[in-house]
Every structure is written in structure tokens, then in C-alpha cells.
């Protein structure tokens, strides 16, 4: 059952999200999770389960994690990617500026 919403966990070591994990696979109804890396989890679930998001968060505080994200599924990635952009943009335009005072 594929869902909408995703919450991330940021997690300050492994043995954290390890326990983390096991808290999910403990759950009356078990959301599809995966591990992003080393320190962050996805767990993705329907947008109307509100219990359930609330469930996935909460095992996410236990575990001695952060909530990073609890939006619509996608929306995280978008947000960072045009994070990275503007820093990119701005990176460019200091460069230019840079040569073209050197040009002078």
C-alpha cells in the first residue's frame, strides 16, 4: 500500500535508528519505512492516517530522534533541491563579480 505522506527521522548515531526501526516493527499496523542512510529514515504512510503519523513520530522522539519532515510525499526533496539551487545561484553570481573586479 503504497502512501502520500512521509515523515523523516534524523537520528544521531545507528543505534538510534536501529531502535527506532524495531519501535516501527512493533506497530499494530507496520508503515513501509526505508533507510535513506546511515542516520536517516523514511517511513511512508497514507495522508488521512493521522494516528498513524502521530504513532511514527512519537517512535521517532523515543529512539532519541528529530522529525525532519512530516509533509505530503516528494515535498521534502523539492524543498531541498531548490534550497540547493539558490545557494548555487548565489555562488555564481559572487564568482562573476569576483572576475570582473579582477578584470578591472
Given at each position: 500500500?503504497?502512501?502520500?505522506?512521509?515523515?523523516?527521522?534524523?537520528?544521531?548515531n545507528?543505534?538510534?535508528?536501529?531502535?527506532a526501526?524495531?519501535?516501527?516493527k512493533?506497530?499494530?499496523?507496520?508503515?513501509?519505512f526505508?533507510?535513506?542512510d546511515?542516520?536517516?529514515?523514511?517511513?511512508?504512510?497514507?495522508?488521512?492516517?493521522?494516528?498513524?503519523?502521530?504513532?511514527?513520530k512519537?517512535v521517532i522522539?523515543?529512539?532519541?530522534?528529530?522529525?525532519?519532515?512530516?509533509?505530503?510525499?516528494?515535498?521534502?526533496?523539492?524543498?531541498?533541491?531548490?534550497?540547493?539551487?539558490?545557494?548555487?545561484?548565489?555562488?555564481?553570481?559572487?564568482?562573476?563579480?569576483?572576475?570582473?573586479?579582477?578584470?578591472?
Open positions: 500500500m503504497p502512501g502520500n505522506w512521509e515523515v523523516r527521522g534524523l537520528f544521531g545507528e543505534f538510534a535508528m536501529e531502535s526501526i524495531e519501535g516501527l512493533k506497530l499494530e499496523k507496520v508503515p513501509d526505508k533507510v535513506l546511515r542516520r536517516n529514515l523514511q517511513v511512508v504512510l497514507n495522508q488521512n492516517d493521522a494516528k498513524g503519523r502521530e504513532l511514527v512519537n522522539k523515543i529512539a532519541h530522534g528529530y522529525v525532519e519532515s512530516d509533509a505530503p510525499l516528494g515535498q521534502y526533496d523539492a524543498k531541498k533541491a531548490e534550497i540547493k539551487r539558490k545557494k548555487m545561484k548565489e555562488y555564481e553570481e559572487k564568482v562573476r563579480a569576483i572576475t570582473q573586479q579582477k578584470k578591472q
